[in-house]
């Protein structure tokens, strides 16, 4: 159910931002841009989300983000509407303004979808040379003599 949560927002999100800059131009239709939100969406889910950000986190999946939404914006929209507008400019655009609303999305999947990796270790492995000796000045604290020196 948090997968299916996520890809929702992460829809909205991309869906956004495909209207907002594809209707600017008006020849792309809706059925179009759904599709073209649609693709992007679960390729970014499964990629950036899903694969590179556990493992890289939140910088490298933004940035590898960018990319992809550029990528695939740019060759969707050549596929879907044809090059009779600038057709990469868009892309770059949508790509960056996906990728900074990615950057936030990410915090939310470390937070509430993907499996916390932060565990405790199993075993104490040091070596002698990370170990350290705590000194103390007292050298006697139990002896009921030494209280009253300081006194």
């Known amino acids: 159910m ?27 239709s809706i059925s179009e841009m759904f599709l073209v939100s649609l693709f992007i969406t679960g390729g970014m889910y499964i990629i ?23 990528i695939v914006v740019w060759l969707l929209s050549l596929v879907f509407i044809g090059p009779d507008f600038p057709v990469f400019t868009v892309s770059l655009f949508a790509g960056f303004f996906i990728a900074a609303c990615e950057a936030v999305f990410h915090i939310y999947m470390q937070e509430k979808v993907l499996p916390s990796t932060t565990t405790e270790p199993a075993a104490f492995n040091a070596s002698p040379a990370q170990m350290q000796v705590e000194f103390s000045e007292e050298e006697n604290i139990h002896d009921p003599e030494h209280k009253k020196k300081e006194t």
Do not use: E
Request: hydrophobic residues 60%; neutral net charge.
């Open 2 to 28: 948090k997968h299916v949560t996520a890809l929702g927002i992460k829809f909205l999100i991309t869906a956004t931002v495909i209207y907002s800059l594809l209707s600017i131009f008006d020849v792309a």
């Open 48 to 70: 950036g989300d899903l694969i590179l950000l556990p493992r890289f986190g939140n910088a490298i999946a933004s940035m590898a983000d960018f990319g992809l939404a550029t």
